[in-house]
T-cell receptor
Framework: EAGVTQFPSHSVIEKGQTVTLRCDPI?????LYWYRRVMGKEIKFLLH????????ESGMPNNRFLAERTGGTYSTLKVQPAELEDSGVYFC????????????FGEGSRLTVL | GNSVTQMEGPVTLSEEAFLTINCTYT??????LFWYVQYPGEGLQLLLK?????DKGSNKGFEATYRKETTSFHLEKGSVQVSDSAVYFC????????????FGRGTSLIVHP
């Protein structure tokens, strides 16, 4: 069974540019989460999808971030325009349900904004 | 709000040494507690969990006991191996309401032969 895959693994962009990160969850997992880790700090929650619906987007930092999940399958996270403080590792995770607490993570997408 | 505090790393040990990584939490009610591990080049994966006070989670020789009185969930292993080198994250899910896990900052473990 394929795990959670994220693309790209590393992206380096200039301040003001746009970047789109993609996540393919484990097939059949309705729940998809985006998290971000900045330079050795906590892994912070960004948002949670159930199928194609945004269940909780309380962690999205501002309106420069846009997440979508087309047809309840893969998800994209777009940052436009990128700022220096957006640098970090963006993790995607999926789960079949919410009650066990076990999330299946991708390897992360490292974003560097110069 | 909910939060998890982990000891700063890196923790550097020799093979076969005893490991403790401290984790304390702040949350209302009775959260569920987790340890995740991230090996180099991989995503985080669940290591163990405990869902109520005094429960002990265990896996791969690692153990952690849910201590409500001290709001702690310290990770221990009696004899570490080089292959245990990884980053360890403590996490909680609050009781009631949102089931979104809250993570700590992670503690890097380096084990030397």
């Amino acid at each position: 069974e394929a795990g959670v895959t994220q693309f790209p693994s590393h992206s380096v962009i200039e301040k003001g540019q746009t970047v789109t990160l993609r996540c393919d969850p484990i097939s059949g997992h309705d729940n998809l989460y985006w998290y971000r880790r900045v330079m050795g700090k906590e892994i912070k929650f960004l948002l949670h999808f159930v199928k194609e619906s945004k269940q909780d987007e309380s962690g999205m930092p501002n309106n420069r971030f846009l997440a979508e999940r087309t047809g309840g399958t893969y998800s994209t996270l777009k940052v436009q325009p990128a700022e220096l403080e957006d640098s970090g590792v963006y993790f995607c995770a999926s789960s079949p349900g919410v009650y066990t607490g076990e999330l299946f993570f991708g390897e992360g997408s490292r974003l560097t904004v110069l | 709000g909910n939060s998890v505090t982990q000891m700063e790393g890196p923790v550097t040990l020799s093979e076969e040494a005893f490991l403790t990584i401290n984790c304390t939490y702040t949350a209302t009610g009775y959260p569920s507690l987790f340890w995740y591990v991230q090996y180099p080049g991989e995503g985080l994966q669940l290591l163990l969990k405990a869902t109520k006070a005094d429960d002990k989670g265990s896996n791969k020789g690692f153990e952690a006991t849910y201590r409500k009185e001290t709001t702690s969930f310290h990770l221990e292993k009696g004899s570490v191996q080089v292959s245990d080198s990884a980053v360890y994250f403590c996490a909680l899910i609050p009781s009631g309401g949102s089931y979104i896990p809250t993570f700590g900052r992670g503690t890097s473990l380096i084990v030397h032969p």
